[in-house]
């Protein structure tokens, strides 16, 4: 066997299971279960899914070493200290729970994609991302500053909407960023922003932008969207030549 689905039923507890020795993808979303200590999951599995549960730690849990995709969003997650992922993770998702910081966590170096999205995130610094993350979701946090964060290289895009994020110049993106969104923070000014290369895709939708005066936006944006902000005039910007718009 090497799916099996067992989403939305009432289970909750998983010990004492003796899951298939050769299970690849176990599938228990929206069930009940609290706890994931002294369970044996089955050493080929490569998908994990455990959302909407009632997950309160992941603390002393063993997890597959072979595992790659693990979904645990909407439980009541609150920390990631002591937190051992299995080293071949690619996918990660901790969207809906209740995490206010990563200082510490050490996420595998083969992570891909990282969900953190509605949690209770306030800070960035002194954080170690993966080298090679390519997806980063912190959408819908408390993220009130960016400066000092050291974003991975690889990083391709990311989604910081619905933040309390204030200003941006003190900021370090990706090289590799090409989609940038944040929509729904508190950002009033682009001065002195330092935008990658690279990047295509900007949403700053739902801020409190006035002016662009003594931006540089680069050469290699394809998708600019400034709605619902507080612009008064445009005279004097230099916008891309490849550049749609959208005010």
Do not use: C
Request: no cysteine; aromatic share 10%.
């Amino acid at each position: 066997m090497e799916y099996l689905y067992l989403n939305h039923n009432q289970i909750i507890s998983l010990n004492e299971i003796n899951f298939p020795l050769r299970l690849n993808r176990l599938y228990l979303n929206n069930n009940q279960i609290s706890s994931l200590i002294r369970v044996n999951f089955p050493i080929d599995l490569v998908e994990l899914n455990l959302n909407n549960n009632q997950i309160i730690s992941l603390i002393g849990i063993d997890f597959p070493i072979g595992l790659r995709e693990l979904y645990l969003g909407y439980n009541q997650i609150s920390s990631l200290d002591e937190v051992i992922f299995p080293r071949n993770l690619k996918n990660l998702d901790l969207d809906h729970n209740q995490i206010t910081f990563l200082i510490g966590v050490i996420f595998p170096i083969s992570l891909k994609t990282l969900h953190l999205r509605y949690n209770s995130i306030t800070s960035l610094s002194e954080i170690i991302f993966p080298i090679d993350l390519k997806l980063l979701y912190l959408n819908n946090n408390q993220i009130t500053s960016l400066a000092k964060v050291n974003f991975p290289k690889s990083l391709s895009k990311l989604n910081l909407d619905n933040n309390q994020i204030t200003f941006l110049d003190e900021v370090n993106f990706s090289v590799g960023l090409q989609k940038l969104f944040l929509n729904d923070n508190q950002i009033t000014s682009l001065v002195g922003v330092d935008f990658p290369e690279g990047l295509e895709i900007l949403f700053l939708n739902n801020n409190q932008i006035t002016s662009f005066d003594g931006v540089n936006f680069p050469v290699s944006l394809e998708y600019l969207s400034l709605k619902h902000n507080q612009i008064i005039s445009l005279v004097g910007v230099n916008f891309p030549v490849s550049l749609n718009i959208y005010i």
